[in-house]
C-alpha cells in the first residue's frame, strides 16, 4: 500500500533524507525511528504531500505523491506532531469543519463523526473550544480527523505524545485494531511504543536507513532490547583521546 524509493530531500547544503527506500502493507504497523534530526519528518511530510521530493517516487495505495497529490490526500490519514487545530472552534465544530473539507455529507457525516468520538473518547470534551483542553485530549483530538474519512493509510508523527499511561493505552489498542484493515507508519521516541504495536521497525539516521526489519529479528541478531539496540546502531561515535579514554 506504500513503497518509497530513494526518497531525497535537501535544504541548503544540509542533506535531510539522503536515499530512504522502504515497503509498508495492509496489516503493518511500521515503527519509523531515528535520532532528532535523522530525517523522521521530513521523510512524513514528503510522503503525505507536505513537502516535494528532490528526488525518488512515493506511493501511496498505488498513487504518486508528487504527480497524484490529491488522490494520495484522499487515501491518507496524517497526524503532524504538533497538529494544528483552530483553538476557537468547539471539537464537534473543528469535526464538521474537517468533514466539509474532506467532502463527507449526507447521513455519512454524522456517523464519521460518532465514529471518531467514540474511538478517540472525545465524548465528554466536544462542546468545548479547543483552545481549553488539555494536551491530551487536543492530540486526541487530531486522531480524530486523521481518521475521520478512514482511510486506509495512516500517518502519525508521536501520536500519544501528552497522553497518560491510561489514555496511551487506549491509543494503542485502537491502533492495533485499526492495523487489521490499514497499512500505518508510526514515528515516535517511546520505543515502549514500539514493542506494543509495531511489526516492522525502520531505523534512520542522517537522512538514511541503518535498518528494516521486525523488532525480535533485530533484537535477535544485536543482542538486547530495542532500546539497546537503537542506542547502538544511532548513537554518535565518541573520538578516542590519545594518552586517556575517550
Do not use: W
Not at 503493518?28 to 534530526?37: E, K, S
Not at 505523491?65 to 472552534?89: D, H, I, K
Not at 480527523?145 to 508521536?158: G, T
Amino acid at each position: 500500500m506504500m513503497k518509497v524509493c530513494d526518497l531525497r530531500k535537501r535544504f541548503g547544503t544540509i542533506v535531510a533524507v539522503d536515499g530512504i527506500s522502504f515497503e509498508v502493507s495492509r496489516g503493518d504497523v511500521l515503527g519509523f525511528l531515528g535520532p532528532n534530526g535523522a530525517g523522521k519528518s521530513t521523510t512524513m511530510k514528503m510522503l503525505s504531500g507536505f513537502l516535494r521530493p528532490d528526488s525518488g517516487t512515493a506511493t501511496i495505495t498505488g498513487y504518486d505523491v508528487v504527480r497524484q497529490s490529491l488522490a494520495v490526500r484522499q487515501n491518507l490519514g496524517y497526524l503532524a506532531e504538533n497538529a494544528p487545530a483552530y483553538e476557537e472552534m468547539t471539537v464537534d465544530s473543528f469535526l464538521r469543519f474537517v468533514c466539509d473539507a474532506r467532502r463527507i455529507r449526507g447521513a455519512g457525516r454524522q456517523q464519521a463523526i460518532d465514529r471518531v468520538t467514540q474511538s478517540c473518547a472525545l465524548q465528554a470534551v466536544m462542546h468545548q473550544p479547543i483552545g481549553t483542553l488539555s494536551k491530551g485530549f487536543r492530540r486526541r483530538t487530531g486522531l480524530a480527523q486523521a481518521l475521520i474519512h478512514n482511510p486506509p493509510v495512516l500517518i502519525m508523527d508521536e501520536p500519544t505524545d501528552g497522553l497518560d499511561p491510561n489514555q496511551k493505552h487506549e491509543v494503542h489498542r485502537l491502533i492495533r485494531s485499526l492495523a487489521k484493515e490499514k497499512c500505518i507508519i508510526l514515528s515516535t521516541h517511546i520505543l515502549e511504543e514500539v514493542d506494543a504495536v509495531c511489526n516492522r521497525v525502520v531505523i534512520i539516521a542522517r537522512g538514511k536507513v541503518l535498518e528494516n526489519s521486525t523488532p525480535e529479528a533485530l533484537c535477535k541478531r544485536e543482542g538486547g532490547t530495542l532500546d539497546e539496540v537503537f542506542r547502538k546502531l544511532t548513537a554518535p561515535k565518541r573520538p578516542a583521546v590519545k594518552g586517556g579514554v575517550a
